[in-house]
């Protein structure tokens, strides 16, 4: 046993220990330790309840309202439809966790965290998705025993692709307002002037192609998806102007070849809603696809994120399970399966936020 984990099991010894925990509360050099992780056990068993408190202020538009300047509380209340107590707490709750502020005279003001928000339909759309999640995990147990959410499950179903015409999508909704942000982290990390034409795979409705579209004029581009998805992509597309630069492939993955010709091939956020099979699968079918030398762009949230440690395993890991499919995955995980797949050159991009998206890009070696 290491050093490392010697001193880790002493420490466990010691905290676990009622004596010792009440001994470490009265005693000055400990004490702050005690109040930070006492704090920190509580906002873990109080998370929901903080997060709870963001929902009302997205609902309520009150980020959105408090941009224009401060307000009183009958104000916040008015346009929050709450009675003057209700929005008093709902203040009072999001100024403790920094979403609001309070300015002289009682009015009331953006916080540092809420300002964040302001004008970010990716985090807002999340956090009304969240809904769904919260529901499923009713019973964490449950989901870990291999139920499956039917919340998220319906959401994100490949029932999706049996969307009848005209029936509301809050998939492509969400997808609309959150890929965004993840094509602003690809093209920071990663220079597509080189390449001539891209394919993005599992693109659903053409959020990302939209995107590649803006972002790289000189592009010719490419869409696969499943055919019903494929063919509601066409009309969104075609709807944005881009009917005539983008060429709309329906097939699957899992069970077709993938059109040739791109030198570079995305894969946004698709990897980790598949097991490692599936996995396997899709980047051999890549590779096939790709002249040697092309270029694989993965993005997604991964498991040893930095500084996100806890987004991959925790959120990732709890967030797919009541879906259904997929684990969340550590660079090196996603790294080997590109390399048994038969890429090289596997590069780790730097992403500004790993939050959003961790990038890979990889090679097609020779078959």
């Known amino acids: 046993m290491g050093l490392r984990h010697a001193i880790g099991d002493l420490r466990n010894r010691l905290v676990s220990n009622p004596k010792f925990r009440r001994f470490a509360k009265a005693f000055p050099p400990t004490r702050a330790t005690a109040r930070r992780e006492a704090r920190d056990l509580f906002d873990l068993m109080a998370g929901f309840v903080y997060s709870q408190t963001l929902l009302a202020c997205v609902k309520t538009d009150l980020f959105e309202f408090l941009a224009e300047g401060p307000r009183?509380?009958?104000a916040v209340a008015d346009r929050a439809g709450l009675p003057l107590e209700g929005a008093d707490r709902l203040v009072r709750a999001a100024q403790s966790l920094e979403l609001l502020e309070a300015r002289p005279g009682g009015r009331i003001a953006l916080g540092r965290l809420g300002a964040a928000m302001v004008g970010?339909?990716?985090?807002?759309?999340?956090?009304?998705?969240?809904?769904?999640?919260?529901?499923?995990?009713?019973?964490?147990?449950?989901?870990l025993r291999g139920a499956k959410g039917e919340a998220?499950?319906?959401?994100?179903?490949?029932?999706r692709e049996q969307r009848t015409e005209g029936e509301p999508d809050a998939y492509s909704a969400l997808m609309a307002a959150t890929l965004?942000?993840?094509?602003?982290?690809?093209?920071?990390?990663?220079?597509?002037?080189?390449?001539?034409?891209?394919?993005?795979?599992?693109?659903?409705?053409?959020?990302?192609?939209?995107?590649?579209?803006?972002?790289?004029?000189?592009?010719?581009?490419?869409?696969?998806d499943l055919p019903p998805v494929a063919e509601r992509a066409r009309r969104r597309l075609a709807e944005d102007g881009l009917?005539?630069?983008?060429?709309?492939?329906?097939?699957?993955?899992?069970?077709?070849?993938?059109?040739?010709?791109?030198?570079?091939?995305?894969?946004?956020r698709i990897l980790h809603d598949h097991g490692d099979e599936e996995v396997a699968h899709l980047l051999s079918q890549c590779r096939e696809a790709m002249a040697p030398g092309g270029t694989l762009l993965v993005a997604e949230p991964m498991a040893d994120a930095p500084g996100a440690q806890a987004m991959g395993e925790a959120y990732f890991g709890f967030y797919l399970a009541a879906m259904g499919r997929g684990r969340p995955r550590s660079e090196a995980q996603v790294s080997d399966l590109l390399t048994r797949a038969g890429f090289t050159d596997v590069t780790p991009r730097r992403a500004r936020i790993p939050l959003i998206a961790n990038i890979i890009t990889a090679r097609a070696g020779k078959s």
């Open 243 to 268: 009917d005539g630069r983008v060429k709309i492939r329906g097939g699957s993955f899992l069970s077709e070849s993938l059109p040739r010709g791109a030198d570079v091939i995305s894969l946004v």
């Open 72 to 74: 009183s509380l009958d």
């Open 152 to 159: 998220l499950s319906g959401f994100w179903g490949y029932g």
């Open 180 to 224: 965004p942000m993840v094509a602003e982290e690809i093209f920071a990390a990663v220079d597509l002037k080189r390449h001539q034409r891209l394919m993005d795979v599992g693109g659903g409705e053409g959020a990302f192609i939209v995107e590649a579209a803006r972002r790289a004029p000189h592009l010719c581009l490419t869409l696969f």
């Open 120 to 143: 970010d339909a990716g985090l807002s759309a999340m956090t009304r998705h969240h809904a769904l999640l919260y529901a499923d995990l009713a019973d964490p147990l449950a989901v």
